[in-house]
């Protein structure tokens, strides 16, 4: 079984609401529970993952910047 979605606009169409009609699906206005396929538990746990990424990248960034900093010097010393 699958969900069959449609605009308001398509909706209009007396040959979108015979296809629904003719399969078995009724159509009008349908509230959602969830968006995008996710629960809104899904999206928040996606979304302090995303977070807590960031902050690992922020960090590696700096990290980085530390040791680009560290070659430099490195560099200048004479031999």
């Given amino acids: 079984m699958h969900d069959v979605a449609a605009s308001e606009e398509e909706l209009k169409q007396l040959v979108i609401q015979e296809g629904f009609q003719e ?3 009724g159509f009008g ?3 959602r529970t969830t968006e995008g396929g996710c629960s809104l538990q899904e999206k928040e746990e996606l979304m302090r993952e995303i977070l807590e990424q960031e902050a690992i990248i922020e960090e590696l960034k700096q990290s980085i910047d530390i040791l680009k900093t560290k070659m430099k010097e490195r560099r200048k010393q004479p031999a």
Avoid: E
Wanted: glycine share 16%.
């Fill in 23 to 25: 399969y078995g699906c």
């Fill in 29 to 31: 206005k349908v509230q």
